[in-house]
Nanobody
């Protein structure tokens, strides 16, 4: 099993930067893909960014050029560097990890960290 704990959220003004962290523990060797998701009130949860096998990254169009996802395997930590934050970035950000199985996969989620961007 994998446990995920996010941190780094907070209240900032538009244009500011934040770096979110997600520390993974447990059977972290199974993880192939990690990502950041966010959910704002009244909206569906959306994928912000993912990193696959420490090689491939994919970003939502709304954050391209502003956010950067990275992974430090030595520290079992996933990061999301967020620059030029906008009020529309306000949401609860959650960390996700996927562990492949022979016929499916196991998905793990953190509890989330609140990011609030004021105008």
């Amino acid at each position: 099993q994998v446990q995920l704990v996010e941190s780094g959220g907070g209240l900032v003004q538009a244009g500011a930067s934040l770096r979110l962290s997600c520390v993974a523990s447990g059977d972290t060797t199974c993880i192939s893909t990690m990502g950041w998701y966010r959910q704002a009130p009244g909206k569906e949860r959306e994928r912000v960014a993912i990193i696959i096998f420490d090689i491939t990254t994919n970003y939502a169009d709304s954050v391209k050029g502003r956010f950067t996802i990275s992974r430090d395997d030595a520290k079992n930590t996933l990061y999301l560097q967020m620059n030029s934050l906008k009020p529309e970035d306000t949401a609860v950000y959650s960390c996700n990890a996927l562990c492949p199985r022979p016929t499916d996969y196991a998905a793990y989620w953190g509890q989330g960290t609140q990011v609030t961007v004021s105008s």
